[in-house]
């Protein structure tokens, strides 16, 4: 017996998610492979363009959300509901609202780093960025260490994500992955 087809995210909400996936994952392997070079125009340029990136998932982080807002996404299918235990429930929604936190979180803190630190974001080298706090370096010392924290639990949730995805495609077989897949169904 086939399994009723789950409904289907649309298809912008599909692109904003793949979209945001890639710009998150090469942004934190961007952060972690330039803090490990030493000072050189290399460097700068790297730095530069992990703030490029980070601005630019700040604003698809944000369309996304009004997207969602507008248009709310289809609910799990029944009987996923019905199969799954409360804890698996209350780790699917935790997880999904701790993503969408740090999506917003780690990109405004390390603004808020980069302007206390006295650099300011030029949105690919035209636009340039107010800066989110006054120059300050005591408070650039203070706020450093939380980019790198926050994104480090960005990515702890990413892989919960698709740890829980691999768990519902290989084990369960229920066709969730099929509901954010781009393409028709």
């Given at each position: 017996?086939?399994?009723?087809?789950?409904?289907?995210?649309?298809?912008?909400?599909?692109a904003?998610?793949?979209?945001?996936?890639?710009?998150?994952?090469?942004?934190?392997?961007?952060?972690?492979?330039?803090?490990?070079?030493p000072?050189s125009?290399?460097?700068?340029?790297?730095?530069?363009?992990?703030k490029?990136?980070?601005?630019?998932?700040?604003?698809?982080?944000?369309?996304?959300?009004?997207?969602?807002?507008w248009r709310?996404?289809?609910?799990?299918?029944e009987?996923?509901?019905?199969?799954?235990?409360?804890?698996?429930?209350?780790?699917?929604?935790?997880?999904h609202?701790g993503?969408?936190?740090?999506?917003f979180?780690?990109?405004?803190?390390?603004?808020?780093?980069?302007?206390?630190?006295?650099?300011?974001?030029?949105?690919?080298?035209?636009?340039?960025?107010?800066?989110?706090?006054?120059?300050?370096r005591?408070?650039?010392?203070?706020?450093?260490?939380?980019?790198g924290?926050?994104?480090?639990?960005?990515?702890?949730?990413?892989?919960?994500?698709?740890a829980?995805?691999?768990?519902?495609?290989?084990?369960?077989?229920?066709?969730?992955?099929?509901?954010?897949?781009p393409?028709?169904?």
């Amino acid at each position: 017996m086939t399994q009723p087809a789950a409904a289907r995210y649309s298809g912008p909400a599909i692109a904003l998610h793949w979209l945001l996936a890639l710009a998150i994952i090469g942004t934190f392997c961007l952060g972690v492979y330039m803090t490990s070079l030493p000072m050189s125009p290399a460097r700068l340029k790297y730095y530069n363009w992990h703030k490029w990136a980070g601005v630019t998932i700040l604003a698809l982080s944000a369309l996304r959300l009004l997207w969602r807002l507008w248009r709310r996404p289809p609910p799990l299918p029944e009987q996923v509901l019905r199969s799954m235990p409360g804890w698996q429930r209350i780790a699917h929604h935790a997880t999904h609202h701790g993503m969408y936190l740090l999506f917003f979180a780690v990109p405004l803190v390390g603004w808020a780093y980069s302007s206390a630190a006295g650099f300011p974001i030029v949105w690919f080298g035209v636009l340039q960025l107010p800066d989110f706090v006054s120059p300050d370096r005591a408070l650039a010392q203070a706020i450093k260490p939380w980019h790198g924290a926050l994104a480090y639990a960005l990515a702890t949730l990413v892989v919960l994500h698709v740890a829980a995805v691999i768990k519902h495609q290989l084990i369960d077989r229920d066709g969730l992955l099929a509901r954010m897949l781009p393409g028709r169904a």
